[in-house]
């Protein structure tokens, strides 16, 4: 399968960028609407800033070309290590490398 020259048009018209990167994208949530699931809007109006901006979790919107939020999508990476219980740990194994 092959992209079209419309389809390339189409993605080079977007552009993606981190929901708090912008201040502007504050006010923009407001136009946000999706009859379909309704809690994805609840989501990025009433949550995403202040977790994008607190680095709990990345939240991308992608705009057009008007600057109008078309979608956007979020990611959340969990506790790779428990800090306190394998920090020490951690520190043996980065001394004993050497």
């Known amino acids: 399968m092959r992209i079209t020259e419309e389809q390339e048009r189409i993605l080079g018209s977007l552009h ?3 929901l708090s990167s912008n201040v502007d994208n504050f006010r923009l949530v407001d136009d946000f609407y ?6 994805i809007v609840n989501t990025l109006q009433n949550e995403a800033y202040e977790d994008d901006a ?6 991308y ?7 109008e939020i ?3 999508f ?3 990476c969990g506790l ?4 306190f219980l394998e920090g020490d ?3 043996d194994m980065k001394e004993n490398w050497r």
């Open 54 to 59: 607190n680095h709990r979790v990345a939240y």
């Open 70 to 72: 078309l979608f956007y």
């Open 34 to 39: 999706n009859g379909r699931n309704p809690s």
């Open 61 to 67: 919107v992608v705009k057009n070309n008007s600057g």
């Open 80 to 83: 790779l290590y428990d800090e």
């Open 74 to 76: 979020s990611l959340k």
């Open 16 to 18: 993606c960028e981190r």
């Open 89 to 91: 740990r951690l520190l």
